[in-house]
């Protein structure tokens, strides 16, 4: 089973400044089946980027993925009050599985 | 619109069982690969187990800690997905996700739209 592993666990930011948050993979993943994943306190999930690096449909272009095998990045380039959130990444692998990071909590400074 | 609505949530003793159910609405339901994914208080995302579509085969795939105990169908002519749980221990108790597969270039791989959770609580 492919372990994520999500740096750092808290990132504390101000409104406007960069975010970057790491996705480290055990093994590689297959086919860069790496998703980003925003949820705020009392909601469900959001799908931010599949793929690594496609946004998903009405996502903002201030956030972006790229990476690839093991590592993996989430930039959101200048903070929004609304996305100070927990941002998680997941991992699809060849034996049909899904597992997901532990999250990273984005708070304000 | 897209909409997944889950329901049957609740208390329940250890050892014992539950069904969930999670009506979907503004998409063909029958095409959709399906998922449950739970969240315990105060923890991060687990994926439970999956349905693909019955022309996809109808595959049903688990996790590991749920294997044996947890079991997904769907009822395509009700559009609507089950999660029954039997053995239900208090490492269960979570917050349950029902989630379409998003697919894109041949493969679904990631999850969009999500419902807003039915919480499940084992205690005695």
């Known amino acids: 089973e492919i372990v994520l592993t999500q740096s750092p666990g808290t990132l504390s930011l101000s409104p406007g400044e960069r975010a970057t948050l790491s996705c480290r993979a055990s093994?590689?993943?297959?086919?860069?089946?790496l998703a980003w994943y925003q949820q705020k306190p009392g909601q469900a999930p959001r799908l931010l980027i599949y793929?690594?690096?496609s946004r998903a449909t009405g996502i903002p272009d201030r956030f972006s993925g790229s990476g690839s095998g093991t590592d993996f990045t989430l930039t959101i380039s200048r903070l929004e009050p609304e996305d100070f959130a927990v941002y998680y990444c997941q991992q699809y692998d060849t034996s049909s599985r899904f597992t997901f990071g532990p999250g990273t909590k984005v708070d304000i400074k | 619109e897209v909409q997944l609505v889950e329901s049957g949530g609740g208390l329940v003793k250890p050892g014992g069982s539950l069904r969930l159910s999670c009506a979907a609405s503004g998409f063909t339901f029958s095409n959709a690969w399906m998922s449950w994914v739970r969240q315990a208080p105060g923890k991060g995302l687990e994926w439970v187990g999956r349905i693909k579509s019955k022309t996809d085969g109808g595959t049903i795939d688990y996790a590991a800690p749920v294997k044996g105990r947890f079991t997904i169908s769907r009822d395509d002519s009700a559009n609507t997905l089950y999660l029954q749980m039997n053995s239900l221990n208090t490492e269960d108790t979570a917050v349950y996700y029902c989630?379409?597969?998003?697919?894109?270039?041949?493969?679904?791989?990631?999850?969009?739209?999500w419902g807003q959770g039915t919480p499940v609580t084992v205690s005695s």
């Open positions: 793929g690594a690096s």
């Open positions: 989630t379409r597969a998003f697919c894109t270039a041949g493969s679904c791989t990631q999850f969009d739209p």
């Open positions: 093994q590689s993943v297959s086919n860069n089946y």
